[in-house]
T-cell receptor, first 111, second 112 residues
Framework: ETGVTQTPRHLVMGMTNKKSLKCEQH?????MYWYKQSAKKPLELMFV???????ENNSVPSRFSPECPNSSHLFLHLHTLQPEDSALYLC??????????FGSGTRLTVV | GENVEQHPSTLSVQEGDSAVIKCTYS??????FPWYKQELGKRPQLIID?????GEKKDQRIAVTLNKTAKHFSLHITETQPEDSAVYFC???????????FGKGNQVVVIP
């Protein structure tokens, strides 16, 4: 493990389901991020949290709802997703630019 | 904001040959430039980085060069091996050098 743990590793959900992705870091970092990575596409930054406050939302649809209860935990709540939302969702944490650490990701499939 | 561009998008090389990936950035305030490697189905991992006060850094078969005047930096992989096949992301520091802006990634394929 890298110090950033994501669960679950794989998730299959129907379009009417509600599920949550979890990310936990034990590195003492103050920033946490959600990225979406679709097949053969670049990393897309979704949300940025600094000291558990959301500082950036890159025009993400409201069916994705982040939650950051403290600096060590980050959630991504999912509801009424579309098949095109199927992707690898990566969490990362950092303390400045030189310590970016990614989790192993959650492979999400929406059916 | 910072614009980080990578090229080529896909690179195929014969095993044993060298591979070079180039990135350009737009923000002259950026001072930290890491490279990440992402193998299929895995997370991006830092493989090498360079700071703006250095022109070149080497670690075994990989090296990174930085040209601050031209705002570009390159990843060099020598004596490529099949396990070098992966997507490589470059990045540049932004937001007062507290965050990273990532390039779109390069798919490197090493042909045995």
């Amino acid at each position: 493990e890298t110090g950033v743990t994501q669960t679950p590793r794989h998730l299959v959900m129907g379009m009417t389901n509600k599920k949550s992705l979890k990310c936990e870091q034990h590195l003492g970092h103050n920033a946490m991020y959600w990225y979406k990575q679709s097949a053969k596409k670049p990393l897309e930054l979704m949300f940025v949290y600094n000291f558990k406050e959301q500082t950036e939302n890159n025009s993400v649809p409201s069916r994705f709802s982040p939650e950051c209860p403290n600096s060590s935990h980050l959630f991504l709540h999912l509801h009424t997703l579309q098949p095109e939302d199927s992707a690898l969702y990566l969490c990362a944490s950092s303390q400045g630019a030189e310590s970016y650490t990614f989790g192993s990701g959650t492979r999400l499939t929406v059916v | 904001g910072e614009n980080v561009e990578q090229h080529p998008s896909t690179l195929s090389v014969q095993e044993g040959d060298s591979a070079v990936i180039k990135c350009t950035y737009s923000d002259s305030a950026s001072n930290y430039f890491p490279w990440y490697k992402q193998e299929l189905g895995k997370r991006p991992q830092l493989i090498i980085d360079i700071r703006s006060n250095v022109g070149e850094k080497k670690d075994q078969r990989i090296a990174v060069t930085l040209n601050k005047t031209a705002k570009h930096f390159s990843l060099h992989i020598t004596e490529t091996q099949p396990e070098d096949s992966a997507v490589y992301f470059c990045a540049a520091s932004i937001k007062g050098n507290n965050r990273l802006a990532f390039g779109k990634g390069n798919q490197v394929v090493v042909i045995p």
